[in-house]
């Protein structure tokens, strides 16, 4: 019979104990939240208020360090394709042509004086894929993909999701590979007259 009675007491408790913190929140509702980060120091010092945002107006504070939606600045891409190999979910798709030695001055250097050697035609994001651990970002040499604070990037369409940051429209990257395969053609041509002019003065 006491265990009854103890748990309607131990009911009413709780009920009282969640009334109460509601009921606090209810009034202290007249005042508004701070908009400190979590990386803020003053963050748990915030008084007691309204946190709820108007979103899309309002939005919550990005954290300097936070994984969000990739960024290439293209014109500090190499084209190495380390980051592509590196993905353990393959979001990342890249294709390059190669600079032809009268093109360099062209393709110009990254930001750290680094010359290009690597047209990147394709350097494609699928950020439906991406599950922001920062792999490809830690080896990237020249730091050019980096994660941005971008969090909210909602799409109706999936194809969308997939962000494009190549450096050539589809008819130049055409262009530069027709001059490439066109080098290389000569190239051949000439080892292989050296090959016979050399074959020529060794049977002399």
Known sequence: MSEYFSNIKAGAVTIATGMSIT????FNAIHRKGDAGIDDADYFRQVDGLCTLQYPREAVPVPVNARYRLYNDIEDCIGC???E???????IAIETIKVVPEDLAVCGKTSGGQQKKFWVPV?????????TCGICVSVCPTECLVHSPVSDFSEFDRQNMIYHFGNLSRL????KKRKVAEQQAQAAKEKQAAA?????NSGQ
């Open 23 to 26: 009921l606090k929140h209810f």
């Open 85 to 91: 190999r590196a993905c353990p979910v393959t979001c």
């Open 172 to 175: 130049e990257a055409e262009a």
């Open 81 to 83: 394709g380390q980051c």
């Open 196 to 200: 016979a002019k050399a074959a020529e």
């Open 123 to 131: 350097f494609d994001i699928d950020v439906a894929k991406c599950m």
